[in-house]
């Protein structure tokens, strides 16, 4: 009985590894728009690659309001570089109703998403909640 659950626990591991050891996974606070308003975003494994939803919103004074951006994806498709670094992502930006190529990069307790729709570029540095 304890080999199975040994060999179950390992082959677990073996699958759910990777995803899980990535640095990126938790909960991130965006930067304000230019209202003030800023969002809560979990990120967390999509098959192979790491995705983030709006998971609470909040106004300019920092009370969490009702949004119906609450629940949307709007990171996906991030592929996992090593050291923190991912790309092949595509990011949604609320304010703008854009989809925008991106990458991120995760230095300690921050996170930099980028995003690019030709020439036009836009980023932000997100602060980890948890």
């Known amino acids: 009985m304890i080999r199975m659950i040994s060999a179950a626990a390992a082959a677990l591991t073996l ?15 965006t930067e ?7 969002a ?6 999509c098959g192979a690659q790491v995705c ?8 300019a004074s920092g009370s969490a ?9 709007i990171v996906w498709d991030m592929t996992p570089d090593g050291n ?3 790309s092949g992502g595509r990011i ?4 703008r ?11 300690g307790s921050r996170l930099k998403v980028s995003g690019c729709v030709g020439p036009v570029c836009r980023s932000q540095t997100w602060q980890r909640v948890n």
């Open 15 to 29: 699958i759910c590894g990777p995803a899980l050891a990535e640095p990126a996974v938790g909960t991130w606070q």
């Open 32 to 38: 304000p728009g230019d209202a003030g308003a800023f």
């Open 40 to 45: 809560h975003v979990r990120i967390a494994p």
């Open 52 to 59: 983030g939803t709006i998971t609470r919103a909040f106004d």
């Open 65 to 73: 309001v009702q949004s119906d951006t609450v629940g949307k994806r």
């Open 84 to 86: 923190g670094s991912y």
């Open 92 to 95: 949604w930006a609320p304010d």
């Open 97 to 107: 109703d854009k989809v925008y190529r991106s990458k991120m990069e995760l230095n």
